[in-house]
């Protein structure tokens, strides 16, 4: 892009979509060994920011070591005579798409769980600074959201900053969420949906409804319903409801519709309310993911930033690998921790009625949201380890899945029975309405019979004479 001459890598649209492996990275900002990490859009008064002002705090990209992880709090401050503080989150969510743009650098997730990798070969040619990055942020901003007038950015890497302004940042987070909660599915026409992430994902668009967040967790309806009507021809559009299919699933006509034109026909239903059959697809920046335990027919969630192994034996970036990517997989469904609060949370499936594992960091965060008959039935890392563990603790605690188990074992017991009888009586093995019977020179016929026999031997004549 001729606007970048004075920024040392390319810039442009081709550069989505690029991963950067750990050995060729120079340095990782963020990411899973960071516990503390953030990116921030805040709206504020003319008078209050200074147009192009970028500035850092702590160590700048050259005076990282090589191969090393950093802490990162990104802000950006941004005014305008049309801005309000609902659009923070959709100008927050473009700091991932414009990231993106640079060659040599790789920017994940969003919110507090940002991951960034800047290449070696970009490094090499002179990205080592976040002046370049923030100049880059400067103009895509200006230039593709006229409504900002001024705009400022801060880099913080320094860790006793970025410890002071974490919590600030995920109160910020908290207040936007729970300004959509309450609105309802049924209640609006509209739909939103999210392509941000199809540089990864090319067959995923993230459907966005009041009573289901976006996967990354960082828009919600009002969010998408902001982002469209000030760029209708952006990554975030609106889409026409349409008709109610299937109500306990969440499949809707005009969702269908576009998703199917959206992903060139890859994917042509979705179901917004379960994790099996047409589950909502996903990119890789969902906050966590939904597995299903078929040893106890019930489903475990795990976030992100979990560092063990879940109930299953399995850490979440391999859980991670079998949903992401636009995959519609039986069992698997990536998802927002907002989505985990919602009286929609896979509903289908049973809601909070089917979990039955999730780290004890995600248990706190929504305690308040899962219902109190349950909330202690659930397990977590401190207390189940493995599947057998886990299926003694809901014995224990009596979970629901367990009524479940006692009810088809029930069935299976029946039907045992009911074989068990039916072997105890000779079968009908023959019925016909006219049967001819040749036997000592005599024709019966037995009419509308039913013959039984516990045994059935069929000889042919010619090996009867044979024998003889």
């Known amino acids: 892009m001729s606007m970048f001459k004075d920024i040392p890598v390319e810039v442009g649209v081709i550069y989505e979509g690029e991963r950067i492996r750990r050995k060729n990275m120079q340095v990782e900002l963020g990411g899973p060994s960071m516990k503390e990490k953030f990116?921030?859009?805040?709206?504020?008064?003319?008078?209050?920011?200074?147009d192009g002002k970028i500035t850092i705090i702590g160590p700048d990209i050259k005076d990282m070591i090589e191969g090393k992880a950093y802490p990162l709090g990104l802000i950006v401050?941004?005014?305008?005579?049309s801005l309000d503080q609902q659009l923070e989150g959709v100008i927050e969510r473009r700091i991932h798409g414009y990231m993106n743009y640079i060659e040599g650098l790789?920017?994940?997730?969003?919110?507090?769980?940002?991951?960034?990798?800047?290449?070696k070969k970009a490094f090499q040619k002179g990205l080592n600074s976040f002046q370049y990055i923030g100049k880059v942020l400067y103009t895509l901003f200006k230039s593709e959201l006229n409504i900002i007038e001024k705009i400022q950015i801060t880099f913080i890497t320094d860790p006793i900053?970025?410890?002071?302004?974490?919590?600030?940042?995920?109160?910020?987070?908290?207040?936007?969420?729970?300004?959509?909660?309450?609105?309802?599915?049924?209640?609006?026409?509209?739909?939103?949906?999210?392509?941000?992430?199809?540089?990864?994902?090319?067959?995923?668009v993230c459907v966005i409804s009041p009573q289901r967040y976006s996967n990354c967790g960082a828009i919600s309806w009002f969010d998408g319903r902001a982002s469209a009507s000030i760029d209708?021809?952006?990554?975030?559009?609106?889409?026409?409801?349409?008709?109610?299919?299937?109500?306990?699933?969440?499949?809707?006509?005009?969702?269908n519709e576009v998703v199917k034109k959206k992903t060139l026909g890859d994917v042509e239903q979705v179901w917004l309310y379960t994790a099996f059959d047409h589950p909502h697809t996903s990119c890789g920046c969902f906050e966590a993911v939904a597995f299903y335990i078929p040893e106890v027919d019930g489903f475990g969630l795990v976030n992100r930033s979990f560092k063990g192994t879940t109930v299953n034996g399995l850490p979440f970036s391999t859980l991670a690998d079998s949903t992401a990517g636009?995959?519609?997989?039986?069992?698997?469904?990536?998802?927002?921790?907002?989505?985990m609060r919602s009286?929609?949370?896979?509903?289908?499936?049973?809601?909070?009625?089917?979990?039955?594992?999730?780290?004890?960091?995600?248990?706190?965060?929504?305690?308040?949201?899962?219902?109190?008959?349950?909330?202690?039935?659930?397990?977590?890392?401190?207390?189940?380890?493995?599947?057998?563990?886990?299926?003694?603790?809901?014995?224990?605690?009596?979970h629901p899945i367990v009524a479940k188990w006692q009810k088809e074992i029930l069935e299976v017991e029946r039907e045992t029975n009911m074989e068990s009888s039916r072997e105890d009586l000779a079968m009908p093995v023959l019925s016909a309405s006219t049967?001819?019977?040749?036997?000592?020179?005599?024709?019966?016929?037995?009419k509308d019979a039913k013959i039984y026999a516990n045994k059935v031997i069929i000889k042919t004549i010619k090996n009867e004479k044979t024998k003889k």
């Open 161 to 204: 900053k970025i410890q002071e302004l974490h919590p600030q940042a995920l109160q910020d987070y908290e207040t936007r969420d729970a300004r959509a909660r309450g609105l309802k599915d049924e209640e609006v026409d509209k739909f939103y949906g999210c392509m941000l992430c199809q540089s990864f994902a090319p067959s995923h």
């Open 39 to 50: 990116e921030l859009a805040k709206v504020k008064p003319l008078t209050e920011i200074e």
């Open 343 to 398: 009286p929609k949370f896979l509903d289908a499936d049973g809601g909070w009625n089917r979990i039955v594992w999730l780290p004890k960091e995600i248990k706190d965060r929504v305690k308040d949201f899962i219902p109190n008959e349950v909330v202690e039935k659930i397990a977590t890392e401190e207390s189940v380890q493995d599947i057998d563990s886990l299926k003694t603790f809901l014995k224990e605690k009596n």
């Open 106 to 119: 790789m920017h994940l997730n969003q919110r507090y769980d940002i991951w960034i990798r800047i290449g």
């Open 435 to 446: 049967l001819p019977i040749t036997a000592g020179g005599f024709k019966i016929i037995l």
């Open 77 to 81: 401050e941004v005014a305008g005579s």
């Open 326 to 339: 636009g995959r519609q997989i039986d069992g698997f469904h990536g998802l927002s921790i907002e989505y």
């Open 232 to 255: 209708p021809k952006g990554p975030i559009f609106a889409i026409e409801r349409g008709e109610l299919i299937n109500a306990e699933k969440g499949e809707y006509a005009g969702v």
